[in-house]
C-alpha cells in the first residue's frame, strides 16, 4: 500500500480479554516503531524492529505486551488481559532504515478497555 | 538512555504571529537527528522539518525554521506567519546514527487564534 495501515482503528475489549492489533508498513520499510498515546499525551516508545536484529523491547510497559513482526513486514501487537489503563491509541511507524529518513506513521488504533 | 523535553505542554497565539516551540534533548552520541512532527486533530503525524546533528545550519522550511543549538543540546522550532491550520500537537523527535531508535517528547499543543 501507499502508507502504513493499522487495523482495526478502533477496538472496544472488555478487561481481562487479550486484544491484537496490526500494522502494515510501507513495502520495503526495514524498521517499525510501536508507540503508545494516552490521551492527548505524547508518545510512549514501545518496541521497534529494524530488520533481522533482535528488537529493542525496552519499551513494553509489563510482560502482558509483546509484539512480533513476521517476514520482515506485517507486525502484530499483543495485550494479552486487558486492563483498564491500556486504554490509549497505538501507533506504528515505519522507516525505510538508515539515517536522515522519515518516519511514516499509521492513523492508529484507539483501544478502549471497558 | 535517550531523552527528549519539551517543556511546554500548552501555547496559543494569534493568526499571523510568530511561535517558538522549545526542545531539548540528552544524549551521548555524536550523530544524530532531530526531527518536529505534527500531530493535526485528525491523529495523522506529519513531519515538518529535519536536522542532521553533524550539519551547523539550521533547517528551513517555509514558515518552519529550527534554532539548533548542539552544544546546549537544543532544537527549537520556530513557526512564523501562523495560520489557522498551524492548530496541532508538536512533537520534537531524536533518532541515534547506532541503535536508530526514534524517540520522542511529550509535546506541545499549539492552538492558533483568529
Known amino acids: 500500500g501507499a502508507g502504513v495501515s493499522q487495523s482495526p482503528s478502533n477496538k472496544v475489549t472488555e478487561k481481562g480479554k487479550d486484544v491484537e492489533l496490526r500494522c502494515d508498513p510501507i513495502s520495503g520499510h526495514t524498521a517499525l516503531y510501536w508507540y503508545r498515546q494516552s490521551l492527548g499525551q505524547g508518545l510512549e516508545f514501545l518496541i521497534y524492529f529494524q530488520g533481522n536484529s533482535a528488537p529493542d523491547k525496552s519499551g513494553l510497559p509489563s510482560d502482558r505486551f509483546s509484539a512480533e513482526r513476521t517476514g520482515g513486514s506485517v507486525s502484530t501487537l499483543t495485550i494479552q488481559r486487558t486492563q483498564q489503563e491500556d486504554s490509549a491509541v497505538y501507533l506504528c511507524a515505519s522507516r525505510l532504515g538508515g539515517m536522515n529518513t522519515e518516519a511514516f506513521f499509521g492513523q492508529g488504533t484507539r483501544l478502549t478497555v471497558v | 538512555a535517550q531523552t527528549v523535553t519539551q517543556s511546554q505542554p500548552e501555547m496559543s497565539v494569534q493568526e499571523a504571529e510568530t511561535v517558538t516551540l522549545s526542545c531539548t534533548y540528552d544524549t551521548s552520541e555524536n550523530n544524530y537527528y532531530l526531527f518536529w512532527y505534527k500531530q493535526p486533530p485528525s491523529r495523522q503525524m506529519i513531519l515538518v522539518i529535519r536536522?542532521?546533528?553533524?550539519?551547523?545550519q539550521n533547517a528551513t522550511e517555509n514558515r518552519f525554521s529550527v534554532n539548533f543549538q548542539k552544544a546546549a543540546k537544543s532544537f527549537s522550532l520556530k513557526i512564523s506567519d501562523s495560520q489557522l491550520g498551524d492548530t496541532a500537537m508538536y512533537f520534537c523527535?531524536?533518532?541515534?546514527?547506532?541503535?536508530?531508535?526514534?524517540?520522542f517528547g511529550q509535546g506541545t499543543r499549539l492552538t492558533i487564534n483568529p
Open positions: 536536522q542532521e546533528a553533524y550539519k551547523q
Open positions: 523527535a531524536f533518532l541515534d546514527q547506532g541503535a536508530q531508535k526514534l524517540v
